[in-house]
């Protein structure tokens, strides 16, 4: 079983930044994909950003310049670097990660971390 603990939401007035982090534990196997999704208030999740396990990442167009996917050299911290906040960014923020377990790989989740920017 894969544990994810999540940190480093918080409250940030616009222009702001934070920095999320998503560690892993646990998994008997490698990982594949670690993915940072948000759901606004009363809006659906939806995926932030995606780092391979070659270090390939993905960043929605919403965040693309003000957002960074990275991970820690052991591959099993994942952090969401975010710059420049607006208002429109407030939502919990998950981290999910799959791991190559047999046959088709799963996915786990974490529990969410709320970030309000707001002034």
């Known amino acids: 079983q894969v544990q994810l603990v999540e940190s480093g939401g918080g409250l940030v007035q616009p222009g702001g930044s934070l920095r999320l982090s998503c560690a892993a534990s646990?998994?008997?196997?490698?990982?594949?994909?670690m993915e940072w999704y948000r759901q606004p208030p009363g809006k659906e999740r939806e995926l932030v950003a995606r780092i391979r396990s070659d270090g390939s990442t993905t960043h929605a167009d919403s965040v693309k310049g003000r957002f960074t996917i990275s991970r820690d050299n052991a591959k099993t911290t994942v952090y969401l670097q975010m710059n420049s906040l607006k208002p429109e960014d407030t939502a919990v923020y998950y981290c999910?990660?799959?791991?190559?377990?047999?046959?088709?790989?799963?996915?786990?989740w974490g529990k969410g971390t709320l970030v309000t920017v707001s002034s």
């Open positions: 646990g998994s008997r196997f490698n990982i594949n994909v």
């Open positions: 999910l990660v799959n791991v190559a377990a047999p046959p088709y790989g799963m996915n786990y």
